[in-house]
């Protein structure tokens, strides 16, 4: 079922290449079924918090019609940042799959691991891995095509 919702994440990320946004995408499941999805929009809104997780976050919340989102699995397919790992914190996720870990800016164990901060007032069960290789190889696609645009 992981390799299932991890897909429909990888799904996410691919609207956000092909608007020429780093490719993440993210989906908030409860109960076997998608209640929120988001993929990165923030060149696009020229809007800073426009991360996937943040807008899979919104949608789950307006789906329950509560910001607890208790019982609920977000997939997505970069570790998430501060920011993002923040909002899972505060909206109750209980589980997070993570695809592809972020060494520069992952906040929920690569540098950071502010989702299992003993001193917060809840915390995120998480695994990594998931589809690993499909979520890198289009992150590190998506950048190669970006500097090779740079460079032209």
């Known amino acids: 079922m992981k390799d299932y919702f991890m897909n429909k994440a990888i799904l996410e990320a691919e609207k956000a290449y092909d608007m020429e946004e780093v490719p993440v995408g993210a989906v908030v499941v ?3 079924k998608i209640i929120g999805k988001g993929f990165n929009q923030k060149e696009s809104a020229k809007d800073a918090t426009k991360h996937a997780e943040i807008l899979a976050i919104n949608e789950a919340c307006k789906t329950l019609d509560t910001w607890r989102l208790t019982g609920c699995t977000m997939y997505v397919t970069l570790e998430p940042c501060a920011m993002c790992a923040g909002a899972l914190v505060n909206s ?4 997070l799959i993570i695809g592809a870990s972020d060494p520069k800016t992952g906040a929920c ?7 299992n901060e003993e001193k917060l007032n809840h915390r995120v069960k998480v ?3 998931v589809m690993e290789d499909e979520c890198s190889t289009m992150l590190k696609e998506f950048f190669r095509n970006l500097r090779s645009k740079d460079n032209d």
């Open 127 to 129: 695994k990594f891995g």
């Open 30 to 32: 409860k109960d076997g």
């Open 92 to 95: 109750r996720i209980e589980n």
């Open 109 to 115: 164990g690569s540098i950071f691991n502010i989702v």
